[in-house]
C-alpha cells in the first residue's frame, strides 16, 4: 500500500477541539504552574529515560529491522523530522504504546503489541504516540504518572496544596487525557491511512481474544461504536470525576472509535490527507519568556528559566 506523506502537517489540522478545551482548562487549574515547575526541578523527566533506557530492548535496523522501518515510515508520512527512539516493554497483556521525553522523546511498545498487530495496525498505534509528540502532549502525560508522588512532595512544604493537587489538578489531568486520546487516534489514523486497520486495532485493544482475530467481524465493532451513546460535556465532567477515580483509569475504546468514526464520516479526514501544502519558509526570530526574559524556542510547553507555562 502507498501511503502518502502529509508535508508540513501541522497538529492543528488533526485535533480534537475537545483537547484544545480541556487542555485550556487544565492549563488555568490552581497550582498547574507549581507542579510543572517541581517536575522540572526534581529532573524527572531524566528518570524516566534512565528507567526505560535501563529497562528495555531498544529498537534498531539491526536488532528489529521490519518495525524499525515501519516506525521510520510513520515518522515520515506524519512528517515528524526528529526520529526519537524506540523501545520495546515487556508486557503481554497491554497492546500499546506510551512516551517519554519533550525534547528527546522515547516511544516505548509493549511486546505484546508487536506480537498482536499487523504491520498497518503497528502503524496505526505508532502514529498515536507521533501525534502525542506533535501535539505536545508528553509534559502533562509525565505529570500525570508521577502527580501522587508530587502531591506526597508538597504535602510538607506548601498549605493545602497537596490536597488541591490530589483532587482538582487530578480530575482535569484525567479528563484532559481522555480527549488527548481522540488527537492521537486521529493521528494513528493518519499514519495507517486505513480506517479498516484502525478499527482492526482498536477492536483488539478492546479486548478482542486472539482466538477470534481471524474470525471476528469488525463491523460489530464498528455498529457497536457508532451506537455509543456516551455523555454530554456535563456528564462526562462528573463520570470522571466519580467514576474513573474510583475505579482507575480505563481505555474508552468504544467511545475512542465513535469520536474516530465521526471525524471519518464528517469528511474532514480525508481533507487533510487529500489536502495541497503549501511550502513556508519563514526566518528564525529570537523568542524570550514573558515573566522572566529567558531565550526560549516556539516547540517549548515552559520556561526552563522560571518554570511557567507558555
Given at each position: ?53 535501563g ?28 526520529k ?13 504504546g ?29 502514529g ?83 482466538t ?11 455498529k ?14 462528573k ?22 468514526y465521526?471525524?471519518?464520516d ?6 487533510v ?38
Amino acid at each position: 500500500m502507498e501511503f502518502k506523506t502529509l508535508h508540513n502537517l501541522a497538529p492543528g489540522e488533526y485535533e480534537h477541539p475537545l483537547d484544545k478545551k480541556a487542555l485550556d482548562a487544565l492549563q488555568t487549574t490552581r497550582g498547574i504552574d507549581t507542579v510543572v515547575r517541581k517536575f522540572h526541578e526534581h529532573g524527572i523527566e531524566k528518570i524516566f529515560t534512565i528507567q526505560i533506557t535501563g529497562s528495555n530492548i531498544q529498537v534498531t535496523p539491526e536488532s528489529f529491522p521490519g518495525l524499525f522501518d515501519i516506525f521510520e515510515k510513520v515518522c515520515e508520512v506524519m512528517y515528524l523530522t526528529m526520529k526519537p527512539e524506540v523501545y520495546i516493554y515487556r508486557s503481554d497483556d497491554q497492546l500499546q504504546g506510551f512516551t517519554t521525553g519533550m525534547e528527546h522523546p522515547i516511544v516505548s511498545l509493549s511486546n505484546g503489541s508487536v506480537e498482536c498487530f499487523s504491520e498497518e495496525e503497528m502503524m496505526f498505534i505508532i502514529g498515536r504516540e507521533i501525534g502525542h509528540i506533535k501535539s505536545k502532549h508528553i509534559l502533562y502525560y509525565e505529570i500525570g504518572a508521577v502527580l501522587p508522588l508530587l502531591s506526597d512532595v508538597f504535602s510538607g512544604v506548601t498549605l493545602g496544596l497537596s490536597s488541591l493537587i490530589s483532587m482538582g489538578l487530578q480530575i482535569a489531568l484525567m479528563n484532559w487525557k481522555r480527549m488527548a486520546e481522540y488527537t492521537a487516534d486521529r493521528a494513528g489514523l493518519l499514519a495507517c491511512q486505513n480506517v479498516d486497520a484502525a478499527t482492526s486495532a482498536l477492536t483488539k485493544i478492546a479486548g478482542l481474544p486472539a482466538t477470534h482475530y481471524g474470525t471476528f467481524n469488525p463491523n460489530h465493532f464498528a455498529k457497536q461504536a457508532r451506537q455509543f451513546k456516551g455523555f454530554d460535556t456535563g456528564n462526562y465532567n462528573k463520570a470522571i470525576k466519580y467514576i474513573s477515580l474510583m475505579f482507575g483509569e480505563q481505555q474508552w475504546v468504544i467511545d475512542r472509535a465513535k469520536e474516530l468514526y465521526k471525524w471519518v464520516d464528517s469528511g474532514d479526514y480525508q481533507r487533510v490527507v487529500d489536502r495541497k501544502t503549501e511550502f513556508k519558509y519563514m526566518v528564525p526570530k529570537t523568542l524570550v519568556c514573558y515573566n522572566c526574559g529567558s531565550k526560549i524556542s516556539e516547540n517549548d510547553i515552559s520556561c526552563d528559566g522560571c518554570g511557567i507555562l507558555l
